[in-house]
């Protein structure tokens, strides 16, 4: 069953996935050349615990840490060590929160320093991907619809989606129902009624589609070595369309810039590329 959330469980909501993402802003500009993914860690988990938040992926089925992060050839679920970031580098930070009873999810792939034209326009894609998903979301609109949006953005820029991993559904547990995949044809499954809250993240491959996991059991990496990205935002379908709890008012009002100055639209969506 996918659960229709009421206003007050929709303010709950918004409150959780803005502290996520307000954290998740602090740490893209924390990662730079020298930095440690522990330090990341521990920034994030010390900023959700001063909110009054919990780390919502801390424990889950044994995971160690506050956030996940997967650098390079990495593409979900990379532990947190001591290894500094080099000039080069993208990674993806991916956080969750738990906050009065409900859960924020989100993540994003960040430049360290300058990155290659290749790394950029995996990172751009990516991102674009997500939006054409969301912009897939309104009511009667049907699950898959997300997926084959992600899917042909992403394949028609000559990358690949990962199948192993898909979005979610998410409330007051991390992952609710549906599962959202991020490939395959659209007109299936449930259709989508406002106040349902989903949890959109494609991951993409610069080359094949394949991945293993490492033996620590949670890294999962390329199966051919090449660069992954992956973004995530949380979002509540509304009576027109859906609103997306993980956007900051900053990120917003230059996504509106765009979109107005823009008639690619979302293929204007904003990608940071480098640090301000
Ligand atoms: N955003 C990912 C997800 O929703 C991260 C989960 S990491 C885990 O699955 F540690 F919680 F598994
Ligand atoms: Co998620």
């Not at 893209?28 to 993914?37: D, I, K, M, Q, S």
């Not at 989100?106 to 034209?117: D, E, F, H, N, S």
Request: net charge negative.
């Amino acid at each position: 069953m996918i659960v229709c959330r009421s206003r007050q469980e929709i303010e709950k909501l918004r409150r959780v996935n803005q502290l996520v993402a307000q954290v998740l802003a602090e740490l893209r500009r924390l990662a730079a050349p020298g930095v440690t993914t522990e330090e990341i860690d521990h920034l994030a988990e010390t900023r959700v615990r001063a909110a009054g938040a919990e780390p919502a992926f801390k424990g889950y089925h044994g995971y160690p840490a506050t956030v996940c992060v997967s650098a390079n050839d990495q593409v979900v679920h990379g532990i947190p060590s001591k290894r500094p970031l080099v000039e080069g580098d993208i990674l993806s930070i991916d956080m969750g929160a738990k906050l009065d009873g409900f859960f924020g999810d989100c993540a994003v792939t960040v430049p360290i320093g300058r990155i290659t034209l290749e790394s950029t326009r995996l990172l751009k894609v990516t991102e674009e991907a997500l939006f054409h998903g969301i912009d897939a979301v309104k009511p009667g609109a049907r699950v898959s619809d997300i997926g084959m949006a992600v899917q042909q953005h992403v394949e028609a820029n000559g990358f690949s989606v990962v199948r192993e991993f898909v979005g979610h559904g998410i409330g007051t547990a991390l992952h609710e129902e549906p599962q959202i995949a991020n490939y395959g044809p659209g007109g299936r499954g449930p259709r989508l009624a406002e106040g349902m809250v989903l949890a959109i993240e494609p991951m993409v491959n610069a080359g094949k589609p394949g991945v293993k996991v490492l033996s620590d059991g949670w890294t999962a990496v390329t199966r051919d070595g090449s660069l992954s990205a992956h973004f995530e935002h949380t979002v509540v379908v509304t009576h027109d369309g859906c609103d997306i709890l993980t956007l900051l008012p900053a990120d917003a009002a230059r996504l509106a810039r765009r979109s107005t100055h823009d008639d690619a639209g979302v293929e204007g969506s904003p990608v940071v590329q480098s640090r301000t």
